[in-house]
């Protein structure tokens, strides 16, 4: 069975310092695994993917993720956040029947000036 | 061009009303998906149709009757809205299990 979790459903950061959005997954196959970001009042938006190829992940607008097998986790992370990050994030993992993808319940990251 | 595209926008009706929501893909995705998003941004799957065949079907009660004419459209049609379909329904497509787009989103108010 797949499942996520994200561990925050709300994290709170300051203009230019450090973003981390943490996300576990639990999977029976190999996972391909999504980050997407929704503004307030807009779609979903790709980040970025992993797909088996390179575990560090790099994404738009200066977000990376890492997929660490071991810890079956895939966080997010962008070294300097930007007011323009506020939204709400989630996480997703596809495995198995590739039609089927499941969501995080998201975080809302707020950015303090 | 938009890729994936949704209407209406917005939604008021009555309870007890029909409604439809139209959904158009231009990226030639063989799966089309739809989504509900409540008041607390929890998404959840609704259908999946892959090559116009029904392969996904959640615990959705059966006023929601999707249509797919083909590929590219995806439609939702709910008989008897009541006060709790209030939400926002993403439409969404894919290439088998790669990245799935997202149409803008109906917001649906059941007054």
């Known amino acids: ?113 | 061009d938009t890729a994936v595209s949704q209407t209406p926008k917005y939604l008021v009706t009555q309870m007890g009303n029909d409604k439809s929501i139209k959904c158009e893909q231009n990226l030639g995705h063989d799966t089309m998906y739809w989504y509900k998003q409540d008041s607390k941004k929890f998404l959840k799957i609704m259908f999946s149709y892959n090559n116009k065949e029904l392969i996904i079907n959640e615990t959705v009660p059966n006023r929601f009757s999707p249509k797919s004419p083909d590929k590219a459209h995806l439609n939702l049609h709910i008989n008897s809205l009541e006060l709790g379909d209030s939400a926002v329904y993403f439409c969404a497509s894919s290439s088998r299990g790669d990245t799935q787009y997202f149409g803008p989103g109906t917001r649906l108010t059941v007054l």
């Open chain 1, 1 to 113: 069975a797949q499942s996520v979790t994200q561990l925050d459903s709300h994290v709170s950061v300051s203009e230019g310092t450090p973003v981390l959005l943490r996300c576990n997954y639990s999977s029976s196959y190999s996972p391909s695994l999504f980050w997407y970001v929704q503004h307030p009042n807009k779609g979903l938006q790709l980040l970025l993917k992993y797909t088996s190829a390179a575990t560090l992940v790099k994404g738009i607008n200066g977000f990376e993720a890492e997929f660490k097998k071991s810890e079956t986790s895939f966080h997010l992370t962008k070294p300097s956040a930007h007011m323009s990050d506020a939204a709400e994030y989630f996480c997703v993992v596809s495995a198995g029947n590739f039609n089927k993808f499941y969501f995080g319940s998201g975080t809302k990251l707020n950015v303090k000036p």
